[in-house]
């Protein structure tokens, strides 16, 4: 069974530019986050999905953070324009329903914002 | 924000030592969960411990909880290099929380 899978692996960008980094879940896995990992610090939760529905986005900076989770499935998380304490690993994981919060992770999408 | 606090936040240990890592949290949980991620890499989920659970035991590891200090405990038996990695506690309920980690060390 294919696992968590994302991308880019890897991106290097200007500020102010935009960059968008896209997650390919666990087949069935209805439950879906983002989280952000800084340089030696635990993930922090950005935004949890349940379907389509982002039941928790509290954490979500919306003034330049968005995301999306189309037909349940996939999802896409954008930032517009990046700034430079955006750098980080943008990790995506997922679910089953009715679990018990096991999360399985991706290999995460690391930023560089020069 | 994040929900769990580890100690040490550093751990070096020669192979065959057995490491300890603490972990403490705020609020009420469903469950805690120990992850490790090895450098540059996803997390990957190593043992699951129910709130109304007190030991669990997989392998060479073995975890604690106590939920009336908000606490829980990793021990790695007969560490090996291979065990060199980051290690996060994480607390469930509705969603997940993690700590800051212990990067763990184990030298051949």
């Known amino acids: 069974e294919a696992g968590v899978v994302q991308s880019p692996r890897y991106k290097i960008i200007e500020k102010k530019q935009p960059v968008a980094f896209w997650c390919n879940p666990i087949s069935g896995h209805n439950t879906l986050y983002w989280y952000l990992q800084n340089l030696g610090q635990g993930p922090e939760l950005l935004i949890r999905?349940?379907?389509?529905?982002?039941?928790?986005d509290s954490q979500l900076p919306k003034d330049r953070f968005s995301a999306e989770r189309l037909k349940g499935v996939d999802s896409t998380l954008k930032i517009q324009p990046a700034e430079l304490g955006d750098s980080a690993v943008y990790l995506c994981a997922s679910s089953p329903v009715r679990g018990t919060g096991e999360l399985f992770f991706g290999e995460g999408s690391r930023l560089t914002v020069l | 924000s994040q929900q769990g606090e580890e100690d040490p936040q550093a751990l070096s240990i020669q192979e065959g030592e057995n490491a300890t890592m603490n972990c403490s949290y705020k609020t009420s949980i469903n469950n805690l969960q120990w992850y490790r991620q090895n450098s540059g890499r996803g997390l990957v989920h190593l043992i699951l411990i129910r709130s109304n659970e007190r030991e669990k035991h997989s392998g060479r590891l073995r975890v604690t909880l106590d939920t009336s200090k908000k606490s829980s405990s990793l021990l790695i038996t007969a560490s090996r290099a291979a065990d060199t990695a980051s290690y996060f506690c994480a607390t469930y309920n509705n969603d997940m929380r993690f700590g800051a980690g212990t990067r763990l060390t184990v030298k051949p």
């Open positions: 999905y349940e379907n389509e529905e982002a039941v928790d």
